[in-house]
Every structure is written in C-alpha cells, then in structure tokens.
C-alpha cells in the first residue's frame, strides 16, 4: 500500500518560514521524482517544486529564492523549506510522487497540508 504523509503545515506570519515534510512508504522511493504542488479553492493545483531522482530541482517562479526543495532517500521523506512566505502562498500543500520505467508511470499524492500566511 502506498501512502504520502505530508506533514509541518500550519498557521505563520508573513515573513515567517515552515518546512513542509512527506514520508512516503510502499514505494521505491529513490527512484521517484518528488514533488510538492499547492492548490487554492477553485484553483487549478500548480507545481512549487519538484527534486527528481538525479536531484534535479525544478521551481515555479513564484518560490525561487525563498523555497527550497530536498530529499532524504534514507529516510523516504521529501521536504520544502519556505522562507519569507507572502499570503500569497496559503494553500493546501500537496506532495507527489511519480516515475516512469520501462513504459509503467505511477503517480502518487499525499492528502495535502495547510499553510496559511497572515497575520
């Protein structure tokens, strides 16, 4: 059974930083591309960051310079350090997990996690 557990959502003050984790289980997970995405209601969910296997990071633009994305293999969890958040960035949180080998994808999603940035 597979299972992304995100965890390290919360309330903040803007200015402020969290950091965001995902323990995933069930999974290979050093051969998985991770990701974090956010969603608002009524939003279409958007990439924030993602850490590929080959620990290639990707950012939207929106987070470059603030957050930053890494993964302890070791440990199954993938993280998002966010510093000097905005109120622009509360969301729900969402981790995700996807590979693609030998012509099989899987894609797997964590339940999602509040930041809310206010003060």
């Known amino acids: 059974q597979v299972r992304l557990v995100e965890s390290g959502g919360g309330l903040v003050q803007p200015g402020g930083s969290l950091r965001l984790s995902c323990v995933a289980s069930?999974?290979?997970?050093?051969?998985?591309?991770m990701g974090w995405y956010r969603q608002a209601p009524g939003k279409q969910r958007e990439l924030v960051a993602e850490l590929s296997s080959g620990a290639t990071a990707t950012y939207a633009d929106s987070v470059k310079g603030r957050f930053t994305i890494s993964r302890d293999n070791a440990k199954n969890t993938v993280y998002l350090q966010m510093s000097s958040l905005k109120p622009e960035d509360t969301d729900v949180y969402y981790c995700?997990?996807?590979?693609?080998?030998?012509?099989?994808?899987?894609?797997?999603w964590g339940q999602g996690t509040q930041v809310t940035v206010s003060s």
């Open positions: 069930g999974i290979a997970f050093s051969i998985y591309d």
């Open positions: 995700n997990g996807k590979t693609q080998r030998f012509g099989i994808s899987r894609d797997y």
